[in-house]
């Protein structure tokens, strides 16, 4: 699972940002409004201050979407890596001790960016989809893998990111507007997806809805925001478990 993730890692751009849609499929543009109108809208997500989940039990994120800071924590080994996504500065703690050597702070920073762009993607592609050098087309009506038919926009992307030759296939609930299943293409010539997931377990999180049930792929868990963390978060080894930390 993991090493199918990586392969979305770098279409994240470094900040969430909404943009006018790069194609003028009037009908795909609609579907993709609806979709983000449903899950509460871009001011309520904007509105988020920290975001916080378990991905599928291997790290915990904790994202300062004010300050664009992100701290991963691996579940299983003891690395943590809090990293600036505007810069090169952050910390990286190793077995319970800091690590300052430059070259290893420097490839753990970097690589702690590449994770949030992942492990975010996977939580709120919806929130992307008018993105800068996203290109969103209609493909019409498909059958889901729940049996729902189920309208379809495919997803690709114009000279952003490490991997612009992926597409997505992303099907929309007609009744409740929700995203309900994507297919992931490594290259957009390829005739069947590399996998497919469904996005299912739509829960309320202040004015947003989020999904973390990904069908066979796993659960993204222990889901939360806040409108205040105390600085600790972003700078000590050790922290509260994520539902004890202060709202």
């Known amino acids: 699972m993991l090493q199918k993730s990586l392969l979305i890692a770098c279409l994240l751009l470094m ?5 006018q849609p790069e194609t003028q499929d009037t009908t795909a543009n609609r579907l993709a409004l609806q979709v983000i109108n449903a899950m509460g809208g871009t001011e309520a997500f904007d509105n988020i201050s920290y975001l916080g989940w378990n991905f599928f ?58 994770i949030w762009m992942n492990d975010s993607y996977w939580l709120i592609m919806p929130f992307k989809l008018f993105d800068t050098g996203v290109m969103l087309k209609y493909l019409g009506v498909k059958n889901s ?30 009744n409740t507007h929700f995203i309900i299943q994507w297919d992931f293409y ?19 999180f202040g004015n947003v809805s989020l999904s973390g049930d990904r069908g066979s792929e796993g659960v993204l868990s222990d889901i939360h925001t806040w ?20 709202k």
């Open 15 to 19: 900040r969430v940002s909404y943009a």
């Open 57 to 114: 039990g291997s790290r915990q994120i904790i994202w300062d979407k004010v300050h664009h800071r992100v701290r991963i924590d691996y579940l299983k080994k003891k690395v943590t890596i809090i990293t600036d996504l505007d810069s090169d500065s952050g910390k990286l703690f190793m077995n319970d001790v800091e690590v300052t050597h430059p070259d290893s702070l420097a490839k753990y920073l970097y690589k702690g960016k590449v």
């Open 145 to 174: 893998i729940g049996s729902v038919d189920a309208h379809v926009i495919e997803m690709t992307f114009n000279a952003v990111g490490a991997t612009p030759e992926n597409k997505y296939w992303i099907y929309i609930d007609p």
């Open 186 to 204: 490594n290259a957009y010539t390829d005739p069947v997806p590399e996998f497919t997931n469904t996005w299912g377990d739509y829960q309320k």
């Open 227 to 246: 409108d205040q963390l105390p600085e600790s978060v972003f700078n000590d080894l050790k922290i509260p478990p994520m539902h004890e930390l202060s």
